[in-house]
């Protein structure tokens, strides 16, 4: 008798996921303790860089806060408010739980 084939499951995909990662992304962490405008003056390089390379989508890990002073978060807050201001930034939201969820931003861009 033949050797039994194992049969290959398939795994799920989504064929509309590729359409919505990020094509860059910025980590805050490992920075040490950041000041508003060093926050700011790293938030905007990383933008004109976005520009310069005409992306739409990208993703800002911010961390949840966990060491931040009283756990509560301050990074996140703060740049999320910065970039709402910003008229090339069409849209800011909590990002995905498979990207970090709580602890990151996903930011549509508009250049």
């Known amino acids: 008798m033949g050797k039994k084939r194992k049969k290959q499951q398939k795994t799920k995909t989504n064929k509309y996921d590729n359409l919505s990662k990020p094509e860059a992304e910025f980590d805050f962490h490992n ?3 950041l000041t508003q405008s060093h926050m700011r003056e790293l938030v905007d390089e990383f933008m004109d ?24 978060p301050v990074i996140k807050p703060f740049v999320k408010k910065y970039l709402q201001g ?26």
Do not use: P, Q, W
């Open 49 to 72: 860089e976005c520009r310069d390379r005409g992306l739409s989508k990208v993703l800002i890990i911010t961390g949840k806060g966990l060491h931040s002073r009283k756990g509560m």
């Open 31 to 33: 920075r040490g303790i």
């Open 86 to 111: 910003k008229s090339f930034v069409a849209r800011v939201y909590e990002g995905r739980f498979d990207r970090g969820g709580s602890g990151t931003l996903e930011v549509i861009l508009n250049f």
